[in-house]
């Protein structure tokens, strides 16, 4: 007979995990995509705009297509529209990055803002319940692979959280070992040297800011589709910013990002854990708690963090 301590134990900690990968996986795409743009030398601010964009349009893919991979489909697309603007101003025209991702992160807020009061003030529709795809044998795992009290755990989770952990050790292959890595790290670095070899600077970093809008985009669209099983203005709550920390805490390796994203999505998770574990709290005090666990993240791990020398600096040939 099983302990009732034991049991909530059990309920517990599988409630963290699953709580932790819920809030995680829309960070973990963001700050990788970061980690793209960064090591390219580009700082993308406009994250949380480009995660709004995706979060909205992958909600009307999901609910007209009535499939979520159309809203991934339709979260990647928006990402990388949004992308676009940071990648005419920032990157072709060398303007601000900081100024113009400002302005993406404000005009994604405003406009996803008015388009859904427009359109689903009134019904504010949800969309349905994901399946979930178990791994044999690792799901009869206890704590990290049975689900209790409608918690997922680790290994039953829908499957594009098993594609992005797959996609994080791919990006760190090619970051470490192929020639795309090298050239997005010396656009970062050294963005002459890289220029002096014959590859162009601008291209490169064009392909890095879209990626990572495509990123910043799908995580988004998890966000709407995953997470809250619908979308609601500003739903994103500073996850953009958030994942911008991550990357720089991370250095850049994918998979440090994957390992802070899930230790700040129990950080945003920590209302539902805390309730389980009897302690209730100021709805005032749980909502500042992920933003106090960046403080403490950045005030621990700050001064190891990486930035390229030619991060937020326009490239122009020629000029020193």
Same mark, same amino acid.
């Given at each position: ?21 819920? #809030?995680?996986?829309?960070? *973990? ?20 705009? *480009?995660?709004? #964009?995706? %979060?909205?349009? !992958?909600?009307?893919?999901? /609910? ?12 990647? !697309? +928006? ?6 603007? *940071? ?15 400002? %302005?993406?992160?404000? #005009? ?53 959280? /098993? ?8 990006? +760190? ?8 890595? @090298? ?9 002459? +040297? ?12 064009? /392909? ?26 500003? @739903? ?5 910013? *958030? ?38 709290? +100021? ?8 933003? #106090? ?20 600096? %326009? ?6």
């Amino acid at each position: 007979m099983i302990l009732a301590s034991q049991v909530w134990t059990q309920i517990f900690w599988t409630s963290v995990i699953a709580g932790g990968l819920l #809030a995680g996986v829309p960070l *973990m795409f963001t700050a990788l995509g970061e980690a793209i743009s960064e090591r390219a030398g580009v700082l993308n601010i406009g994250l949380e705009g *480009m995660m709004l #964009a995706g %979060a909205y349009c !992958g909600f009307l893919g999901a /609910y007209y297509g009535g499939n979520q991979w159309v809203g991934y489909l339709a979260g990647i !697309g +928006a990402g990388i529209l949004a992308s676009l603007i *940071m990648v005419a101003l920032c990157v072709w025209l060398g303007l601000d990055q900081i100024v113009v991702g400002i %302005a993406i992160t404000l #005009a994604g807020e405003g406009i996803t803002s008015v388009l859904y009061q427009a359109r689903f003030s009134a019904e504010q529709p949800r969309l349905g319940n994901l399946d979930s795809n178990p791994i044999p044998l690792l799901d009869r795992i206890p704590v990290l692979g049975k689900a209790i009290n409608g918690q997922t755990p680790l290994f039953d989770q829908p499957l594009i959280v /098993y594609l992005g952990l797959t996609f994080a050790f791919v990006l +760190a292959w090619v970051f470490r070992r192929t020639n795309v890595g @090298l050239n997005l790290r010396a656009a970062g670095e050294k963005p002459e +040297a890289l220029d002096a070899a014959g590859v162009s600077v601008v291209a490169t970093r064009s /392909y890095a800011v879209l990626a990572t809008g495509s990123l910043a985009g799908l995580g988004g669209a998890y966000l709407a589709i995953a997470g809250t099983g619908g979308f609601q203005p500003f @739903l994103t709550q500073g996850q953009g910013f *958030m994942a911008i920390v991550i990357a720089m805490l991370a250095r850049g390796r994918p998979i440090r990002v994957v390992v802070f994203s899930l230790m700040f999505g129990i950080a945003l998770s920590l209302s539902t854990v805390l309730q389980l574990a009897g302690i209730e709290l +100021a709805p005032e005090v749980v909502n500042m708690l992920p933003f #106090a666990a960046v403080i403490l993240a950045l005030i621990l791990f700050a001064r190891r963090a990486y930035l390229p020398p030619a991060l937020a600096l %326009a490239y122009v040939r020629g000029a020193r």
